[in-house]
């Protein structure tokens, strides 16, 4: 804003004249700028009470399922044998339960070591004379490892850790304790050697134990000792190559670049096809026009027949029509009063315009970017040529290509797969073959000869054993009604029920009774009509409020005048209000107070409401103020209203849960098809999933900052005006005080 000095000469305050002499626009435009707030305010409060009806509409879309209220309660007849825990889908009634086995976790209890063996400790201390290898295998595979002489104790608990299994060092009872990381038989381990020196080092350690998953694994080894040197490196070097970057002809990583590649260009070739079907699509909409009658109106037909079409347009007003609607820039105000000129001449009704716009939506946003100009000018050269016919050729090409990417994308899948099985099935090979530039494929293959021989002697001439404890890892073994079943782990489902065995019954039976859970859909029921009356009770209080009449929003004058106290109190008492008699508000209320007062006839031939559960309105004039219609369950020990009644809905819970469920279902079934009518798809006026116009209020608000901006406009140009006007009496003001004062001094007067 400028600076100006005014009133010097004249002596009058300037400022305040020119604001008086732009009161009348000033005014004017707070009075759009208060309406704008208004509107605003009301958009807010609209928004927060749409959150809380789409909160409603999603619980009432879960509470017409079943799932809803097959709430089930299980009890077992021996908590220390086993705990059970029930689903929905749990059957009701009494089950026998054996539990035969529980299931335990591999584990070694390591040999007593010397009192002075430490956590730092070092192996070479232990016996170890050089490198030493060993292989940990899990469900996940196999990991070798080398282990130095200089090592600790320590270092070898970490290296155990590392590789997929637990393991620790108790320097107090001087023992080594490993184990699986989890039960059951699956997820057992092996800790093997596959040297002279990893023997030394297991034995030192007191772990080199006579395991079955151990000899298993020297199996794994010894089944390779007729397999020659020569199929040896053929398999490295195939898996080599499979293993190889994408560069690499054959790999993984290849074929997966290349499948990558071929969906990106499916995701380009799905691009132009849109923009070649939109574009024919608006093409062929702007040909809208009227069939062609006689003087009784019958149609006129062509020499072949077929009725005669007058467009309503030219072929040169489409075009121009087309143009306008895809133009990539702002139009002009000249252009925006063509483009409402010509869509008058098309004549086409709302949804239909709203169609075309859809198909110009798509074509600019693809016309506009550079790299789409040569499929851009493919595309209309078509239409130009055959029209929508050679476009269906040419998207046919592009279709035919994305069927030709997929194949091979599907084929690419086929042999990655088959690659990935032939690395799983050699696993045992690569992971302990010398792995490095400077190895050669017959180094890797002698080392693998090294341990399959060295496995084979094992199995022969097997090395001493420490004297540690192990414990077997075992699956978990239940018995159900007369069936077995098993389980890595203790947590055994079957059919809805959740079993965890804790010990083993031997051989005596334990019981295990589900039910439904009465309490469980009582509160399901209480939950819903909660939420229900906490809804309706704010949109009874928001649409009787009192009338803010008179109230308006303030300007920045007006909130100077007033304590902050005092702003709080006048912007309330107009929030309170904005809803106060709304029209939308009001279908709103009617459309849920119907839908919870509807009757409904059940599969067992009778009718009921809420009420005859014992759920009912006090009415307008027993209940609280905007109260009148929340619902109150009869013998609710939290409603002090009604908890000294008989609870109807709890005994019908407890004599026929089917009924109640079924009729809850159908109450929220309705109510949610409702609601659906009512907002569940998107119109000109308002959004998807919406109860008010947000659409048509957001147009309102953006007219109210056109229009606010072009009074701002007038009020800055009016003031601009005064203040050069009393700029120019300032300065003859000045001028007449100049010439006075030249002639008083002639005179000799002063």
Known sequence: MAIRVSGLISGLDTDSLVQELVSAYSTKKDKYVKSQTTLEWKMDAWKEL????????????????????????????????????????????????????????????????????????????????????????????????????????????????????????????????????????????????????????????????????????????????????????????????????????????E?????????????????????????????????????????????????????????NLTAAEQQEL??????????TDDEKTRLDELKGQLGADDETWKKIEGYASTVKKFEAEDDNASDRDLVRMAYVQGGAADIQHVTDGWTAQMEENNNQITA????????????????????????????????????????????????????????????????AEIELNGAIYTSASNSITVNGLTITALQETNGEEISITTSANVQGMYDTIKDFLTQYNELIKEMDTLYNAESSKGYEPLTDDEKDAMTDTEIEKWEKKIKDALLRRDDTLSSVMNLMTTAMSKS????????????????????????EENEGSCFHIDGDPDDELTSGNTDKLLKALQEDPDS??????????????????????STTNHSIYTIYNDKSMQSEYDEYTKTIKKWEEKVSSMEEYYYNKFSAMETALSKLQSQTSALSGLLGTS
């Open 412 to 475: 690419n899948t086929e042999a990655i797969a088959e690659k990935n099985a032939y690395i799983q099935e050699y696993a045992l090979l690569t992971g302990a073959a010398p792995a490095s530039e400077d190895t050669t494929t017959a180094e890797s293959v002698a080392a693998l000869r090294d341990k399959i021989n060295f496995a084979v002697d094992q199995i022969n001439n097997p090395a001493a054993y420490s004297s540690a404890v192990q414990v077997a890892a075992q699956d």
């Open 600 to 623: 409904f006839t059940l599969s067992n031939g009778k009718t009921y409401s809420l009420s005859s559960f014992g759920i009912k309105t006090q009415g307008y004039f027993a209940a």
């Open 50 to 253: 749409n959150k809380k009806v789409n909160s409603l509409y999603k619980k009432l879309g879960n509470l017409r399922l079943s799932t809803s209220y097959n709430k089930k309660t299980t009890t077992c007849s021996d908590t220390t044998k086993a705990t059970v825990s029930a689903s929905n889908s749990a059957i009701n009634g009494t089950q026998s339960l054996k539990i035969n086995k529980v299931a335990k976790t591999g584990y070694i209890t390591g040999a007593k070591l010397d009192s002075s063996v430490s956590s730092s400790t070092k192996l070479s201390e232990l016996g170890v004379t050089g490198d030493a290898s060993i292989a940990v295998t899990t469900k996940s595979g196999t990991t070798n490892i080398t282990l130095t002489a200089d090592m600790t104790v320590n270092d070898v608990v970490n290296k155990l850790n590392s590789a997929g299994i637990s393991a620790n060092y108790d320097a107090t009872n001087k023992r080594m304790f490993v184990s699986a990381k989890d039960s059951g038989v699956e997820n057992d381990f092996a800790l093997t050697a596959t040297d002279a020196n990893g023997i030394a080092a297991l034995q030192g350690l007191g772990i080199y134990v006579n395991k079955s998953s151990n000899s298993d694994a020297y199996a794994a080894w010894a089944a390779y000792e007729n397999t020659t040197d020569d199929e040896l490196a053929n398999i490295l070097e195939t898996i080599n190559t499979y293993q190889g970057d994408a560069s690499t002809a054959g790999s993984i990583k």
């Open 255 to 311: 074929l997966q670049q290349d499948s990558a590649n071929r969906k990106t260009e499916n995701t380009n070739l799905l691009s132009k096809i849109s923009y070649a079907n939109n574009y024919r699509e608006l093409k062929e909409a702007l040909k809208a026009g009227t069939t062609r009658v006689d003087a009784d109106g019958n149609p006129v037909l062509d020499a072949d027949g077929n009725e005669i079409v007058d467009q």
């Open 660 to 681: 109640v469920q079924e009729f809850f279902q159908q109450l929220t079934s309705n109510f949610y098809d409702a609601l659906n009518d009512k907002m569940g798809t």
């Open 322 to 331: 087309a143009n306008l609607l895809t133009k990539q820039d702002d139009l």
